[in-house]
């Protein structure tokens, strides 16, 4: 089975930016919708982005609309989630995820199935 490992997690100011990275094991990766949760202290986990197989379509938690960023290398079989203007709100654990084969342009959040160990972002106010 693939295994997923996030990087790029750490302490940000709020209004700053980070990049997670997500590498995948297995050139699998290819054909799995991907996808990133979070979850903060005392909170459910919660659905952040998602992205396509061949990466043109994107999804977005509400929160998260025009300052998060959702993208994929399946030649590096890595994807990305690149946050922008941070908010204290965003700090959490972040999760990627990935959607077994069978699912192409989007997949219902209760269908990931292999999760990574998570990347923990805190955001300084």
């Known amino acids: 089975q693939v295994q997923l490992v996030e990087s790029g997690g750490g302490v940000v100011q709020a209004g700053g930016s980070l990049r997670l990275s997500c590498a995948a094991s297995?050139?699998?990766?290819?054909?799995?919708?991907m996808g990133w949760f979070r979850q903060a202290p005392g909170k459910e986990r919660e659905f952040v982005a998602a992205?396509?197989?061949?990466?043109?379509?994107?999804d977005y938690e509400d929160s998260v609309k025009g300052r998060f960023t959702i993208s994929r290398d399946n030649a590096e079989n890595t994807v990305y989630l690149h946050m922008n203007s941070l908010k204290p709100e965003d700090a959490a654990v972040y999760y990627c995820?990935?959607?077994?084969?069978?699912?192409?342009?989007?997949?219902?959040?209760?269908?990931?199935?292999?999760w990574g160990q998570g990347a923990q972002v805190t955001v300084s106010s």
């Open positions: 297995q050139r699998t990766f290819t054909t799995y919708v």
């Open positions: 992205i396509s197989v061949s990466g043109l379509y994107t």
């Open positions: 995820a990935a959607c077994p084969p069978g699912w192409d342009t989007t997949c219902p959040h209760d269908k990931y199935r292999i």
